[in-house]
């Protein structure tokens, strides 16, 4: 019965404002005459209907608060304002609360019930927040919290509060368009005029504070986060650094060297070598045993097909790792700790142990340890080899990408497990060195992200080197015998083999890094979740690199590297998403592949329309005579126009001929720029020209082609 009173009341208070002309009260006009008469029983008048415009959830409360700003001034119109729009939403608050609460609560208590449990603990925060922010509707905020187990009189507190900034504003903007209108009187506004300081300042204001409350709750939100993550610990009141970075692979020196050369204060953890797996185990090492295996095919291939006379040599595999160690030698220094400190980095050896969102303790080698200060830190402890749990690994000689590299003598027999990127670049280089090699992988085609005519040709190239693909296959037990070790597959088959390369993805270095005293979590592969800015669950820190997933490339952890370390150190003022929309990448297989964008097997798993134009490099007059005729460029665009979608190219120096297409799409460029570009004859850089000639073909319309034979033909017609 109480409910039907309240909403019988509601009703007629609604019905008897308009029909009584309560428009008018809603106009300046109506209190300014008021006004000049008696001031006091004006404001009074102005602070009851401002009071049920607001509980009655009329629409005009920003206009109301223009209006007292415009007749009462700024300190006055602001009291009053301010006052009255906290108790008119408090009465909101109320009647929604009378009204549906209780009926809400009980039909919907299953999806409430999370929502119902952040109120309770964090509500006042929550309607701080929505009150600082004037896009929000003010009546929808107060009928919703009236739902919410919220109490009135902290609802009061905090909406007076949060929507005095908003309110003063909002009063100001009145007041001086009021200023305005008296300064014009009956002789009108001239533009000097209308340009007083006060005016544009009121103008700016309201124009301006919406991104002023947005970062002023971003940075609430921050710092009230980082207190609960302290737990307990406090802020230095002096910080040793700007940024910590830990982990000195690609993604960490890049972060390092960005802030040094920003002139901050930067501290670089690394727990074993500079350069991390790039450097170590991973790109320049297998690039320089791939260029090794190349060397010694070429030469192989030169014997057999007569070009060259003579038994072919046999191949010195100590030789062969010498290379590769030197490789990484003559390159160690340009991410040595003696180079990043002369250019401002204070670099430390030891286990970082993250032990608040601010202090970093570095245990070193020795086991002594100290405690590093910083406003930021830099999570780029990057990613290892994935060790699957197979029965008897532990007794048969493993390598993983990170273990290979100290072996000293070439397996006879090597078995591979995964067809990934990894696994088939080590297992071609290790067949074409003299190794007997089969791969394993449960998949069907190798490299499985590729286009399967990409993985068909790449598996040709590796059969003719010897390799064995077993498509579709797990090991289900591996075991010593004599003489080896034999690998029984999930179908029966075995196996003999002498030393097996693990290959099968990787998972975040996130261990024994104290995370979980900053409230970062890790999902099962160890990677730590980001956000678009790359920030991680703690405010004051970031990740990049292997770390966080996603594309596991030295080049994309540099490029990430940017984001995060610009974003840490310049991010109260001004902060970039982290830009993914063209990433290249190559596999070095013989033949290579490179990619950027997608591939027809991206465009068919989303539905994107696509035109597939592609050219055999079997055409390709250096491709010819150099005897490496095999593979083609294949470009998708959108139908009917050369804007690039992607580009594949299998074959030599696709890893370097990809980068036209990367240009490109990066900067808009179509198809027609390619065509028009001269590019040197004879090179592979022409096969990029050629394709966007036959994509140009394809575009003519046949009509028009008919057309201009005949044109030809009545010519040479004229001219007989």
């Not at 100001?172 to 209108?181: C, I, P, Q, S, V």
């Not at 770390?547 to 995060?564: C, D, L, N, P, R």
Request: glycine share 10%; charged share 15%.
């Amino acid at each position: 019965m109480k409910k039907i009173l309240l909403l019988f009341i509601i009703v007629a208070l609604l019905v008897g404002f308009y029909l009584t002309g309560g428009q008018q009260w809603l106009l300046p006009a109506t209190y300014q005459e008021l006004y000049q008469q008696a001031p006091q029983q004006t404001a009074g008048l102005f602070f009851i209907i401002y009071v049920l415009v607001a509980a009655l959830s009329i629409p005009g409360a920003a206009l109301m608060t223009l209006i007292a700003g415009a007749v009462f001034g700024l300190s006055q119109g602001l009291l009053i304002a301010s006052f009255a729009s906290s108790i008119g939403a408090s009465l909101a608050f109320l009647m929604s609360r009378l009204l549906l609460k209780d009926w809400v609560q009980s039909k919907f208590s299953t999806y409430l019930n999370t929502i119902n449990q952040g109120i309770k603990k964090d509500g006042p925060f929550y309607l701080f927040t929505l009150r600082l922010i004037p896009a929000v509707p003010f009546f929808a905020i107060n009928l919703l919290m009236g739902l919410m187990p919220i109490s009135l009189w902290r609802f009061y507190w905090v909406s007076q509060l949060g929507m005095l900034a908003g309110t003063a504003v909002y009063v100001n903007a009145g007041a001086e368009f009021a200023a305005l209108l008296n300064q014009g009187g009956e002789g009108g506004f001239s533009l000097v005029g209308i340009m007083t300081p006060g005016l544009l300042g009121a103008l700016v204001l309201l124009a301006i504070f919406p991104w002023i409350a947005r970062a002023l709750i971003q940075r609430l939100q921050q710092q009230r986060a980082l207190k609960l993550l302290a737990k307990g610990r406090k802020k230095p009141k002096k910080f040793d650094d700007n940024l910590i970075v830990i982990g000195g692979g690609a993604a960490g020196l890049v972060s390092s060297i960005i802030g040094s050369a920003v002139k901050a204060q930067v501290t670089l953890i690394e727990k074993h070598k500079m350069g991390g797996d790039c450097l170590n185990t991973g790109c320049v090492p297998s690039k320089a045993l791939i260029h090794a295996a190349k060397v010694a095919h070429a030469s192989q291939q030169g014997y057999h097909s007569g070009l060259l006379q003579g038994e072919a040599p046999d191949i010195n595999f100590s030789q062969v790792m010498k290379h590769v160690h030197g490789s990484i030698e003559a390159i160690e220094p340009h991410d040595s700790i003696e180079r990043f400190t002369s250019l401002g980095v204070n670099c430390l050896t030891g286990q970082a142990n993250i032990i608040s969102p601010w202090e970093v303790e570095v245990i070193q080698p020795d086991g002594s340890s100290e405690i590093r200060s910083a406003a930021n830190i830099i999570i780029a402890s990057g990613g290892r080899p994935r060790i699957p749990k197979i029965p008897g690994l532990d007794s048969v000689l493993h390598y993983s990408s990170d273990t290979l590299w100290q072996i000293e003598t070439l397996p006879k027999r090597l078995l591979v497990l995964g067809a990934g990127p990894i696994g088939c670049e080590l297992g071609q280089a290790f067949a074409r060195l003299g190794s007997q090699v089969t791969l394993v992988d449960k998949g069907e085609f190798l490299m499985p992200r590729e286009d399967e005519d990409v993985s068909l040709l790449v598996a040709e190239s590796m059969a003719r080197d010897g390799l064995i693909h077993k498509a579709g296959r797990e090991i289900a037990e591996l075991s010593v015998i004599q003489g080896g070790y034999q690998a029984r597959l999930d179908n029966g088959d075995l196996i003999e083999f002498d030393a097996l390369l693990l290959a099968i993805g990787r998972i975040g270095n996130t261990s024994e890094m104290g995370l979980e005293n900053i409230g970062i979590e890790t999902d099962v592969n160890g990677f730590i979740h980001v956000d678009e800015y790359l920030q991680t669950a703690c405010p004051s820190t970031y990740a990049c690199g292997d770390v966080i997933g996603g594309y596991q490339f030295t080049h994309v952890s540099s490029h990430e590297a940017w984001f995060a370390s610009v974003n840490s150190l310049f991010g109260r003022f001004k902060r970039f998403k982290a830009d993914y929309r063209v990433i290249p990448w190559a596999t070095f297989t013989s033949p290579e592949v490179g990619r950027v964008g997608i591939n027809e097997k991206d465009a068919q798993i989303q539905n994107i329309p696509y035109e597939s134009t592609q050219y055999g490099l079997d055409d390709l007059d250096r491709a010819i005579t150099d005897d490496a005729a095999i593979g083609f460029v294949r470009v998708l665009t959108v139908p009917g126009k050369d804007k690039i979608l992607g580009a594949t190219i299998v074959g030599p120096r696709a890893d370097d001929l990809i980068a036209i297409f990367v240009i490109a799409m990066k900067h808009g460029l179509g198809l027609n720029k390619v065509l028009g570009t001269i590019h040197a004859y004879p090179t592979y850089m022409e096969a990029n020209k050629f394709v966007a000639g036959q994509w140009k073909r394809k575009q003519v319309s046949p009509r028009l082609l008919a057309w201009l034979g005949k044109f030809h033909n009545l010519i040479i017609k004229e001219k007989n």
